[in-house]
Structures are given as C-alpha cells and as structure tokens.
C-alpha cells in the first residue's frame, strides 16, 4: 500500500491545513507511515513567518535530498507560506521536490473528488476549523497576504455543517481560524460577521467550547465582546497581538491604530468580560527601534499584565515593505537582548497570574496524553496536566490545582 507523510511547522492554520491533506490522502487509499523514511509521499507543510522557521524547512528539505536519491520514486510536495507564485524559482532552488502548491489548495497532482469537505476521520477533542483564508491588512512586516491572498470568507452554513459533522465524528472544541478572523465576512454577500458565525454555532448539541484566532486590534467589534460575553461556550480567552508599545514604530508596521487605542480596547474587554484571559504577540528589534521606543514596549505589557506574550526578533522577509523599504538596522545581539528582557518579565507576569489558581478547581476539556499524564486546557485557555488512570480523553473534568507555573498547571481530578 502507498504511505504518506506530513511534516508540518508553523501556526494553527497548517495544522488544520496537514489534517485535511492527511484525510484526502487516505481517501486516496493511502496509509500513514511510521516516519519519513517508509513513506512514498513527503509532503512538508512550511513556514516563512520568522527566519528561524524557514531555516527549520530549508534544512529539512535539504535532508530529504538523501532519501530520494536513494528512492527515486519517492514523491516530495511542498505547501505553506514557502510557496509563492513563482513556482519555477522554487524548483530551481529546490530541485528535489516534485511539487509545489499553494497553501490551502489541493495537491492537483493527484486525481480525487470532494477535496472542499474532507475533514479527519477521527478528529481530537479539539480541532481546528479555517473560516477565512488570506489578510488584507498588508502589516509592513508580514509575508502572509503575499503567500495566502486576500480575504475569503466561507459561509456560515458550511462552516456550521463542518461543527455538526466534527462533532459527530468526537469533536467537542472547536477553534475557528483565519490570519484575520475579525474581518470574517465581509466578502460574502449577505455581510456576516464573526459574532453571527458564533451564535449559529453556540446551539450545536454536543459541541462544549469555541475558540478562535488570530485577531486585529482595529477589527475587534463591541458586538464581536459582546457575544463573547454572552455565549455560554465562547471561552473567555483572546489572543489580541499588540506587536509594538510605541505609536511611531506601530505607524512604519502599517497596524492602523494607536497605543491608546489599543489601551481602550482592552479596558472595554476586561470590563464586559472580567474573567477574560488575554495573549499578545510582540515583535523587537523592528527597524529604527530605538532603545525608549521599546522601553514603551517593556512599560506597556507591565501595565496590562497579559497571560502571555509571544515574542518575536524582526527579521526581514523578502518581498514586504519592510525587506524592500526599511534597513534591518538593530543589531542582533541588541534584538536578543530586548527579547530575552521581554521573556524574563513576561515570566514574572505570568507567575504571579497562575499563582492566583493556587488550591482552586477549573474544568478543564482532557485533550491527550502527554507522557505518563494528561494533558488538558482550562477555558481560559491554560495547560492543566494531571494524573489519573481513568481514560479521560474527551472528558470535561474538574481539577483542583496543587502547582502553578508560567507555563502551565497541574492538579488533582475532584473527587
């Protein structure tokens, strides 16, 4: 029999993405292999956002150089953000793989029906459903618009219809995605929005919690936290990335609003929703940064005390108003300094946020085992491990804390 495999990096989106190639491929008749090595078809699923992860997929491709010389037959396909619209430069610089696709398409090499519903056959507790593809925000940073294209919204009845079935098929969490789901139809004809999409899906029997990300500060709607407020399944968590403290450096990102925008926004959230959880990303070392201009950064996530920061060293990625603009002008040992002041503090943060849960009960949704232990998340989105001999995947269990971290929890389940 034919074996695939997938190798995937990068954000939610290629996860969900490698799901669905997975599926169609065993549709196809094919059968997962064991490692890269036994399979017939390589399929690497990349990532450009940041240097580090497309030197990650360049090396691996390289590596695959071995295996298919010694196995000629071998097929290697590469999807992602890698993939750009210059296809022949792509195979130029990458000889070894057969083919190239477009993030999201499907493998046109291959001959098969229905590639728009495939969905995992036995999908996790939680699964990822993409509800948008493409950003038309154009950040002066970001090479996803350029690698995804512009907006496009699917409809609310489709989307509606994949829940139901993932939820039939085991699901009980869903997260909705898209690299903007703020901007979530305003394509499509009749003008929904995000907030529609969530009060059709809240009624769906069986489905117990709905996540969704990323989102833009200048796209999030009143009616949008309203709705999240009061839909008994929305969870009260938000990843709301803030990238910069400073109006000037968020100005040259092309973020569209201001630091005391951003303050507002968040002010409103924490009052309608005051058990709200909330992440952001940051990115140091953007070109011209100055040294007070991060101070503005670092004094910014002091102030709102998020759950987490992702944070990120600019690095340049070619074609983006940036690469071609803007000088790469902050050295590197500089950017490795702000990022690791914005680690240490963000742990500080962090430590004294989870130690509130100390000695408390949270339900949590059991996702998998991890190692000798359970791995479960809590509605506001934290990592609660736990130990117990009972097969609890899938299951809603209450858990009472006994250790916090930074990172994540772990307790006891209730007796």
Same mark, same amino acid.
């Given at each position: 029999?034919?074996?695939?495999?997938?190798?995937?990096?990068?954000?939610?989106?290629?996860?969900?993405?490698?799901?669905?190639?997975?599926?169609?491929?065993?549709?196809?008749?094919?059968?997962?292999?064991? $490692?890269?090595?036994?399979?017939?078809?390589? /399929?690497?699923?990349?990532?450009? /956002?940041?240097?580090?992860?497309?030197?990650? =997929?360049?090396?691996?491709?390289?590596?695959?150089?071995?295996?298919?010389?010694?196995?000629?037959?071998?097929?290697?396909?590469?999807?992602?953000?890698?993939?750009?619209?210059?296809?022949?430069?792509?195979?130029?610089?990458?000889?070894?793989?057969?083919?190239?696709?477009?993030?999201?398409?499907?493998?046109?090499?291959?001959?098969?029906?229905?590639?728009?519903?495939?969905?995992?056959?036995?999908?996790?507790?939680?699964?990822?459903?993409?509800?948008?593809?493409?950003?038309?925000?154009?950040?002066?940073?970001?090479?996803?618009?350029?690698?995804?294209?512009?907006?496009?919204?699917?409809?609310?009845?489709?989307?509606?219809?994949?829940?139901?079935?993932?939820?039939?098929?085991?699901?009980?969490?869903?997260?909705?995605?898209?690299?903007?789901?703020? +901007?979530?139809?305003?394509?499509?004809?009749?003008?929904?929005?995000?907030?529609?999409?969530?009060?059709?899906?809240?009624?769906?029997?069986?489905?117990?919690?709905?996540?969704?990300?990323?989102?833009?500060?200048?796209?999030?709607?009143?009616?949008?936290?309203?709705?999240?407020?009061?839909?008994?399944?929305?969870?009260?968590?938000?990843?709301?990335?803030?990238?910069?403290?400073?109006?000037?450096?968020?100005?040259?990102?092309?973020?569209?609003?201001?630091?005391?925008?951003?303050?507002?926004?968040?002010?409103?959230?924490?009052?309608?929703?005051?058990?709200?959880?909330?992440?952001?990303?940051?990115? =140091?070392?953007?070109?011209?940064?100055?040294?007070?201009?991060?101070?503005?950064?670092?004094?910014?996530?002091?102030?709102?005390?998020?759950?987490? /920061?992702?944070?990120?060293?600019?690095?340049?990625?070619?074609?983006?108003?940036?690469?071609?603009?803007?000088?790469?002008?902050?050295?590197?040992?500089?950017?490795?300094?702000?990022?690791?002041?914005?680690?240490?503090?963000?742990?500080?943060?962090?430590?004294?946020?989870?130690?509130?849960?100390?000695?408390?009960?949270?339900?949590?949704? =059991?996702?998998?085992?991890?190692?000798?232990?359970?791995?479960?998340?809590?509605?506001?989105?934290?990592?609660?491990?736990?130990?117990?001999?009972?097969?609890?995947?899938?299951?809603? /269990?209450?858990?009472?804390?006994?250790?916090? +971290?930074?990172? $994540?929890?772990?307790?006891?389940?209730?007796?």
């Amino acid at each position: 029999m034919t074996k695939y495999h997938i190798w995937t990096i990068g954000c939610q989106m290629n996860k969900a993405e490698s799901e669905r190639l997975g599926s169609y491929f065993e549709e196809l008749g094919y059968e997962i292999a064991d $490692s890269a090595a036994e399979a017939d078809l390589i /399929v690497l699923n990349s990532c450009v /956002v940041r240097q580090h992860a497309e030197n990650r =997929v360049v090396n691996k491709l390289h590596a695959l150089k071995t295996l298919k010389k010694a196995n000629p037959k071998l097929t290697l396909a590469v999807t992602g953000c890698l993939v750009n619209a210059d296809t022949a430069g792509l195979k130029e610089r990458f000889p070894q793989v057969d083919h190239f696709f477009r993030p999201g398409e499907r493998p046109q090499w291959l001959e098969g029906e229905g590639w728009g519903q495939i969905l995992p056959r036995n999908p996790a507790p939680c699964s990822y459903v993409p509800i948008i593809q493409g950003c038309n925000n154009f950040c002066a940073y970001c090479i996803v618009p350029y690698r995804r294209g512009r907006e496009k919204s699917r409809p609310i009845a489709e989307i509606a219809a994949e829940v139901r079935e993932l939820v039939g098929r085991g699901t009980r969490e869903v997260t909705l995605l898209g690299q903007n789901v703020d +901007s979530y139809g305003h394509d499509l004809p009749d003008k929904p929005d995000l907030a529609d999409l969530l009060y059709k899906l809240n009624p769906i029997e069986g489905l117990w919690r709905i996540r969704f990300l990323t989102n833009h500060p200048k796209d999030m709607s009143p009616r949008l936290i309203e709705a999240i407020a009061k839909l008994d399944k929305v969870c009260e968590q938000l990843n709301l990335p803030v990238q910069a403290g400073s109006d000037e450096i968020l100005k040259a990102m092309k973020r569209g609003y201001t630091i005391e925008q951003y303050r507002r926004l968040i002010a409103e959230i924490r009052n309608r929703i005051p058990e709200i959880a909330l992440t952001t990303d940051v990115i =140091v070392g953007f070109p011209s940064e100055t040294e007070e201009q991060f101070r503005q950064t670092a004094d910014l996530l002091s102030e709102l005390r998020f759950d987490a /920061v992702h944070v990120a060293a600019y690095s340049p990625r070619p074609g983006t108003y940036t690469a071609e603009k803007l000088e790469d002008d902050v050295p590197p040992a500089e950017k490795k300094r702000r990022l690791g002041e914005v680690e240490i503090l963000q742990e500080k943060i962090a430590t004294e946020i989870n130690a509130q849960l100390q000695n408390k009960a949270v339900e949590v949704l =059991v996702e998998a085992k991890a190692r000798d232990r359970w791995q479960s998340r809590a509605r506001n989105g934290k990592l609660v491990f736990f130990n117990d001999n009972t097969d609890r995947r899938g299951q809603l /269990v209450n858990i009472r804390i006994e250790k916090t +971290s930074p990172w $994540s929890l772990q307790g006891k389940v209730e007796s």
